[in-house]
């Protein structure tokens, strides 16, 4: 079975800084790993997924994921941040063979001005 | 091309009713899979269907039930609904198994 954890429930920025947002995974088998975004009252949108290859994944919105098989990890990055990038963030892994999406309980990310 | 379309957005239902969901997928997209989202459980895994076939289920009881046509749209069917029941349900497709899933906005149940 696969489980994931986002390490921080709610990050607080101020605008223009860096910012992490922080995912483990476990799982016995190979997983593909994805990062969503949540905009109030809508669906998900994805930012970026790892499949394989390089381990540094760039996606939209200047957003960038570095998947680390020993540490199980898949952070996620952004050099600046702006207020509308103040959302609910979501990792998620698969199995490689596919189906259902294990989902972390997400990251509020408070951007201010 | 348009993305995931879920009908109706909104819907309020009294307890023991029943309710019926749609999700149109992204055009060309086979695989459609179907997720609660409530605050206290955060996102929680219902099915997933692939070509009209329900490949995998999530742990839920069976009130809960859906199905896939062959045009790939998909329902999901909620019977004797309780309170619980009061969550965003969404719907997401993929190309095939193996590939990302796109979400469509949600359909905002609550039940009374």
């Known amino acids: 079975a696969q489980s994931v954890t986002q390490l921080d429930s709610q990050v607080p920025v101020f605008e223009e800084a860096p910012v992490e947002l922080r995912c483990n995974y476990s799982?016995?088998?190979?997983?593909?790993l994805f990062w969503y975004v949540q905009y109030p009252n809508q669906g998900l949108q994805l930012l970026l997924k790892y499949l394989s290859g390089s381990t540094l994944v760039k996606g939209i919105n200047g957003f960038e994921a570095e998947f680390n098989k020993s540490q199980t990890s898949f952070h996620l990055r952004k050099p600046s941040v702006h207020i509308s990038d103040t959302a609910e963030y979501f990792c998620a892994v698969s199995r490689v063979e596919g189906g259902k999406l294990i989902f972390g309980q997400g990251t509020e990310l408070s951007v201010k001005p | 091309k348009a993305g995931v379309t879920q009908t109706p957005r909104y819907l309020i239902k009294t307890r023991g009713q029943q309710v019926t969901l749609s999700c149109s997928p992204i055009s060309g997209h086979r695989s459609v899979s179907w997720y609660q989202q409530t605050p206290g459980q955060g996102l929680q895994f219902l099915f997933e269907y692939f070509s009209e076939t329900q490949r995998n289920k999530g742990n839920f009881p069976g009130r809960f039930s859906g199905r896939q046509f062959s045009n790939s749209r998909s329902e999901m069917n909620v019977s004797t609904l309780e309170l619980g029941d009061s969550a965003l349900y969404l719907c997401a497709s993929s190309q095939g198994r193996s590939y990302e899933q796109y979400f469509g906005p949600g359909t905002r149940l609550t039940v009374t």
């Open positions: 799982s016995s088998v190979s997983v593909y």
